[in-house]
Antibody, heavy 121, light 110 residues
Framework: QLALQESGPGLVKPSEILSLTCTVS??????????WGWIRQTPGKGLEWLGS???????YYNPSLKSRVTISIDASKNQFSLRLSSVTAADTAVYSC?????????????WGQGTMVTVSS | QSVLTQPPSASGTPGQRVTISCSGS????????VNWYQQLPGTAPKFLIY???ERPSGVPDRFSGSKSGTSASLAISGLQSVDEADYYC???????????FGGGTKLTVL
């Protein structure tokens, strides 16, 4: 069964780059999967989709993040990554990776457990 | 502010039926499928309903989804204490080319 695990620094300084990795186990990220992506949840608030990457390499990003977000796949490591630049305190959140297999239409059917990232000097 | 609008809270007593609404527009709910997610306290979200009204295996048939026009609903019948959670609707928006989530509804079982 496919599982996802986020990893990365828990503390990032303002104006720097937040980088997180999602490691895929129990399956290959290179198979003809549907899409992978990232979501975040600020403390006590709701879910915010950050972006998705399809197995074709096509990416979609949250317009509100403008050009700050990048998602990429490293097939050799069976991982995909999130890069968020010019972070501020407003980017403090729990970041989770997800996978849509296409089995359940376009639902995000596999989720990582999430990792807390704090933006502070 | 979320583009998909949900009530911030809902409640019911054990055995009751509760409904959570999700309102959108023609570019999201009106033209794409709606998925619902359940987030139990301290855990990652789990998908509950997909393609407006379909349930994955393992989700009790007490949970059901429906959609009409630009609004969708999640109904939970035979309410149980284990159903206490946050519930989120989600849909793709054709104008924004982005996934939208509702603000979430906190369900309390009294």
């Amino acid at each position: 069964q496919l599982a996802l695990q986020e990893s990365g620094p828990g503390l990032v300084k303002p104006s720097e780059i937040l980088s997180l990795t999602c490691t895929v186990s129990g399956g290959s990220i290179s198979s003809s999967s549907y899409f992978w992506g990232w979501i975040r949840q600020t403390p006590g608030k709701g879910l915010e989709w950050l972006g998705s990457i399809y197995y074709t390499g096509t990416t979609y990003y949250n317009p509100s993040l403008k050009s700050r977000v990048t998602i990429s796949i490293d097939a050799s490591k069976n991982q995909f990554s999130l890069r968020l630049s010019s972070v501020t305190a407003a980017d403090t959140a729990v970041y989770s990776c997800f996978f849509c297999s296409g089995t359940y239409y376009d639902a995000f059917d596999v989720w990582g457990q999430g990792t807390m990232v704090t933006v502070s000097s | 502010q979320s583009v998909l609008t949900q009530p911030p809270s809902a409640s019911g007593t054990p055995g009751q039926r509760v409904t959570i609404s999700c309102s959108g527009s023609s570019s999201n709910i009106g033209s794409n499928s709606v998925n619902w997610y359940q987030q139990l306290p301290g855990t990652a979200p789990k998908f509950l309903i997909y393609n407006d009204n379909e349930r994955p295996s393992g989700v009790p048939d007490r949970f059901s989804g429906s959609k009409s026009g630009t609004s969708a609903s999640l109904a939970i019948s035979g309410l149980q204490s284990v159903d206490e959670a946050d519930y989120y609707c989600a849909a793709w928006d054709d104008s924004l080319n982005a996934w939208l989530f509702g603000g979430g509804t906190k369900l309390t079982v009294l």
